[in-house]
């Protein structure tokens, strides 16, 4: 997994929790006192270690920890990514271009980078449908990032899912519309 996720995780966990429980979800995970960098890659079973710990200590199921990480990093990566959003875009212009103008070049600026393939198309003019089908199953995220980018546009959104990998179908289907 890309560094940039793993320091965002930490900047959450700290934002929210403080710098000792940083460690001590660390400590949990079996990961001691590792320091993340923004340049490296990670296995992806380290961010899996820390979200299991940090459901643990907070009793809050993972799924629910990795969307609320989603939405706090989306809005950085929103940030980060502003100078190739077309200004015309709201939130679903965005998501629908979010694989050609973003995840794109992504990969292409970093060969290491494996976002996933997202096949968002339009339903009508107040809804997209997203296809996803990363091995890593991460749907959680995905809809995470939705909604803080519906935050950055200051829309609010509807998602839900009309199949999901988690559940046992080949891949997740889910349904963005914005209210
Ligand atoms: C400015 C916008 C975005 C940027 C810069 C961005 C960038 C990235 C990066 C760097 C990764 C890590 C890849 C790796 O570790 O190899 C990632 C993963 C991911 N992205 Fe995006 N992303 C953006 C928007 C979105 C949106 C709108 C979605 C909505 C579904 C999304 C869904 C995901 C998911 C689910 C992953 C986890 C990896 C996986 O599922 O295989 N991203 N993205």
Excluded at 48 to 73: C, M, N, R, W
Excluded at 91 to 112: A, D, G, M, P, Y
Aim: glycine content about 8%; aromatic content about 8%.
């Amino acid at each position: 997994m890309h560094g940039f996720i793993l320091t965002a995780i930490q900047r959450f966990v700290t934002a929210g929790f403080g710098t000792v429980a940083w460690f001590s979800i660390l400590e949990e995970a079996g990961l001691g006192s590792k320091e993340y960098a923004n340049h490296l890659h990670y296995p992806d079973e380290e961010v899996l270690k820390i979200v299991g710990a940090a459901s643990k200590a907070t009793g809050l199921p993972p799924g629910q920890i990795v969307e609320s990480f989603g939405t706090f990093v989306g809005k950085d990566l929103f940030e980060i990514f502003r100078p190739l959003i077309d200004p015309s875009w709201r939130t679903l212009e965005f998501l629908l271009h979010t694989e050609e103008t973003i995840h794109q070049v992504v990969r292409s600026r970093n060969t290491q980078a494996k976002p996933p393939t997202l096949v968002f198309s339009r339903v009508d003019d107040r809804s997209v449908l997203l296809e996803y089908g990363s091995a890593r199953q991460l749907c959680a995220l995905g809809k995470g990032i939705i909604r803080g980018v519906a935050d950055c546009y200051e829309e609010g959104v509807e998602i839900v899912d009309q199949a999901c990998m988690l559940q046992g179908d080949e891949e997740c289907k889910i349904l963005v519309t914005r209210k």
